[in-house]
């Protein structure tokens, strides 16, 4: 079982950017595909990106790719989502997940999620 506790939310002004971070605690995190998803108010949660166990593989949604980087350290049990060029519409809670098992986009293919990191950005 894993842990997940998200940071680096905040307020930022259209065109900055924000870099989240997500702590895992628990055994063998380098065994887990790693994901973020964001859920905008009145809106279903989405999927944002992946990363695969190794860091090698990664894989972004068709709207953040270019402006937002996953990577992961395994050897801190941590994984990252730099966001660059935010724009109004990337106003959402932010939520990393962990899957013991290949990549997917499905978020209900994930088992483990944090709680969450408010992202607000202002026009």
């Given at each position: 079982?894993?842990?997940?506790?998200?940071s680096g939310?905040?307020?930022?002004q259209?065109?900055?950017?924000?870099?989240?971070?997500?702590?895992?605690s628990?055994?063998?995190?380098?065994?887990?595909t790693?994901?973020?998803f964001?859920?905008?108010?009145?809106?279903?949660?989405?999927f944002?990106?992946?990363?695969?166990f190794s860091?090698v593989?990664?894989?972004?949604s068709?709207?953040?790719?270019?402006?937002?980087?996953?990577s992961?350290?395994?050897?801190?049990?941590?994984?990252y989502?730099?966001?660059n060029?935010?724009?109004?519409e990337?106003?959402?809670?932010?939520?990393?997940a962990?899957?013991?098992?290949?990549a997917t986009?499905?978020?209900?293919d994930y088992?483990?999620?944090?709680?969450?990191?408010?992202v607000?950005v202002?026009?």
């Amino acid at each position: 079982q894993v842990q997940l506790v998200e940071s680096g939310g905040g307020l930022v002004q259209a065109g900055g950017s924000l870099r989240l971070s997500c702590a895992a605690s628990g055994r063998a995190f380098s065994r887990y595909t790693m994901g973020w998803f964001r859920q905008a108010p009145g809106k279903e949660r989405e999927f944002v990106a992946y990363i695969s166990f190794s860091g090698v593989s990664t894989y972004y949604s068709d709207s953040m790719k270019g402006r937002f980087t996953i990577s992961r350290d395994n050897a801190k049990n941590a994984v990252y989502l730099q966001l660059n060029s935010l724009n109004p519409e990337d106003t959402a809670v932010y939520y990393c997940a962990a899957r013991a098992g290949y990549a997917t986009t499905t978020i209900d293919d994930y088992h483990y999620w944090g709680q969450g990191t408010q992202v607000t950005v202002s026009s």
